[in-house]
């Protein structure tokens, strides 16, 4: 059984870092693309950063704007997303997928297997 579990959520004052943790089980996802989502409440799921199966190449989205960092660790099938300078609007669920079958990393329908998602709120 295939399964991804996030952790390192959690509550932070603004210009403060977390560091998510999206660790896989069940297949390795080595040759594939893992991505970072998120969810507020009322607000649809938004993109916040991919990275490549093979060549660890990188994307985020436009508001990241160098904020977050998207890296894996194939030896342990796990994919981070760091975060720095967190702002209030950065509060929300966020999810990791992986297994991405139609070739749009930003795309939240493209990709096969979700985790239950990781808390972030920050303060103001």
């Known amino acids: 059984q295939v399964q991804l579990v996030e952790s390192g959520g959690g509550l932070v004052q603004a210009g403060g870092s977390l560091r998510l943790a999206c660790a896989a089980s069940g297949r390795s996802f080595g040759g594939d693309s893992m991505a970072w989502f998120r969810q507020a409440p009322g607000k649809e799921r938004e993109f916040v950063a991919a990275?490549?199966?093979?060549?660890?190449?990188?994307y985020y989205g436009d508001f990241v704007k160098g904020r977050f960092t998207i890296s894996r660790e194939y030896g342990e099938n796990t994919v981070y997303l760091q975060m720095d300078t967190l702002k209030p609007e950065d509060t929300a669920v966020y999810f990791c997928?992986?297994?991405?079958?139609?070739?749009?990393?930003?795309?939240?329908?493209?990709?096969?297997?979700w985790g239950q998602g990781t808390q972030v709120t920050v303060s103001s």
């Open positions: 990275i490549g199966g093979r060549d660890a190449s990188t």
């Open positions: 997928a992986a297994y991405n079958t139609l070739g749009v990393l930003a795309a939240a329908h493209a990709y096969f297997y």
